[in-house]
């Protein structure tokens, strides 16, 4: 009987030891390049870089108005120039004033302020889309360029603070206690105006196209934030608004802020005025927007600069 012969199974080609290719990068030391770190390692990255984020905002105030000839004191006249156009078109011809007792200093703080706001909004929209050659050239934590803008715009708000102390000492406010009340007041407010930087880099690096929307929606935010009106005279003028109308208009984050500023600096201005509660309101918008903008710019942290 003829033997069967079997021939044996070729051998299975040698494996690496290890196919994985996470393992062995993780083997080796080594991580995936732009990987989001942790909440607490990108909060410990961030402070690590405080000074190039105060030096950057310097260097952007610096260069801002480099190019004009009057320089820096454009920081001042931009929105003494703006308050001269509304105290014309909303103080006399539309009649605003009646009713305000120092109307000047009122609208002066009011577009001070908003102006604060304003701008530091407009250039987190395009902290990450305008600059993206720094973003892709350098690994650092990207929420430093909007925190950097909000930065710089606190600071220009700083340098008209100088005038605006001017005007109203010229229309005879006194110095007051009250006055220290601008600390706390710019300080929650620059919470606030950093998150919303904050949320607005994160939309803006995906869609580029809302900083052109962005002026339109500031310009209606500002004109129900009682910039050029007192929002409690014009209630108590027109008492058939629906009352959660009116809770809305004083809930508004840029109004409280508006309004705890002019309680603080205008003697005039009567805590009367005020919303119900305004410290807890203006304390719970800086942390709703300070905190919960900055977790979700970190959530994306890993996309800007691609694609």
Known sequence: MTQALHTPPAAAPAQPPETDLAALAARHGLSVSG????????????????????????????????????????????????????????????????????????????????????????????????????????????????????????????????????????????????????????????????????IMARMGAKTPDIAQLMPFVLRTWMYASGVMFSISHMMAKHTDTPSWVTSLLQANPAAVYIDLMRFALIDSFHGTQLPPHVWAIATGWALLAGVGGFIYFWKAEETYGRG
């Not at 001070?112 to 407009?122: A, D, K, P, R």
Request: net charge positive; hydrophobic share 50%; charged share 10%.
């Open 35 to 198: 990987a989001r770190p942790s909440l607490p390692q990108y909060i410990r990255e961030l402070w690590a870089r405080r000074h190039f984020i105060g030096a950057f905002s310097t260097a952007k105030l610096t260069a801002q108005y480099s190019q004009a000839k009057l320089g820096q004191v454009w920081q001042v006249l931009t929105p003494l120039l703006n308050a001269a156009v509304y105290y014309f078109i909303f103080g006399k011809l539309m009649g605003t004033s009646r009713g305000v007792p120092d109307y000047i200093p009122f609208l002066v703080t009011g577009v001070f302020v908003w102006t604060f706001t304003q701008s530091s909004i407009m250039a987190g929209t395009r902290a990450i889309s305008g600059n993206l050659g720094l973003v892709r050239a350098l690994h650092f934590p990207r929420a430093a360029l909007p925190i950097s803008f909000a930065l710089q715009q606190l600071q220009q708000l700083l340098f008209s603070m100088a005038a605006l102390v001017v005007i109203l000492l010229c229309f005879g406010m006194p110095i007051t206690p009250s006055w220290a009340l601008t600390i706390p007041a710019l300080l929650l407010q620059s919470t606030f105006n950093a998150g919303v930087a904050m």
